[in-house]
């Protein structure tokens, strides 16, 4: 069975300071790994998709890397400011059967401090 | 601009009662998810459907039900409401068919606390 973690559970940061939160899975046949944002009390948003024949994607000051063969991704946040303190989840899809079923990691809580 | 909207956002219930959460998507995607999310858990996957009049148990079914009558809702039933439900409940959506490289998106949740 799939399991997604995700390392360090909490981060706390000065602003200004770029930052590499890890996510890892143990079965590497995936089709996706989507990185999420979780606000307190609200739901997951959508960061960055990488499909599985794809290395890395960005968007603005994130970049998301994927190394399928060892089962790791890392997301990369440039010159962080408090407006990124969140919870950031990563998660994996694979076929079961006529399904993608999505994995998720547990989440790094990331505090930003100004 | 397209969206999942759940209600009601917050809900406080008795045990014993049934309760239905509601789920509705203007992106017209034909995948439809329920998750929890819990401390000490994080999200696990109650129900989904493919499309109309399809519905899967998921990893956490036990107590739960869903109906897909069409495309835009997927409406969750708690069939009797125990404690151990208490939890926070989130609607999903994806395009595409298995294999595909759609991502998923989600709705704003529901806290549902049953006492």
């Known amino acids: 069975k799939q399991e997604v973690t995700q390392i360090p559970a909490a981060l706390s940061v000065p602003e200004g300071e770029n930052l590499v939160l890890n996510c890892s899975f143990t079965d590497s046949a995936i089709y996706n790994l989507q990185w999420f944002r979780q606000d307190p009390g609200k739901g997951l948003t959508s960061l960055l998709l990488i499909q599985s024949s794809q290395r890395e994607q960005t968007s603005g000051r994130l970049n998301a890397s994927l190394d399928k063969s060892s089962g790791r991704s890392t997301l990369y946040i440039a010159a962080s400011q408090p407006g990124d303190s969140a919870t950031y989840l990563c998660?994996?899809?694979?076929?079961?059967?006529?399904?993608?079923?999505?994995?998720f990691g547990s989440g790094t809580k990331l505090n930003v401090k100004p | 601009d397209a969206e999942i909207t759940q209600s009601p956002r917050h809900k406080i219930t008795e045990t014993g009662r049934q309760v239905t959460l509601a789920c509705h998507q203007t992106w017209n995607h034909n995948n439809m998810f329920w998750y929890r999310q819990d401390l000490g858990h994080g999200l696990r996957l109650i129900h989904y459907s493919y499309g109309v009049q399809d519905t899967n148990k998921g990893e956490v079914s036990d107590g739960y039900s869903v109906s897909r009558s069409n495309t835009e809702d997927l409406p969750l039933t708690l069939e009797s409401a125990a404690s151990s439900q208490t939890s926070v409940y989130f609607c999903?959506?994806?395009?595409?068919?298995?294999?595909?490289?759609?991502?998923?998106?989600f709705g704003p949740g529901t806290r549902l606390t049953v006492t």
């Open positions: 999903a959506t994806s395009g595409g068919a298995s294999g595909s490289h759609y991502e998923q998106y």
């Open positions: 998660a994996v899809s694979q076929p079961l059967y006529n399904f993608n079923k999505f994995y």
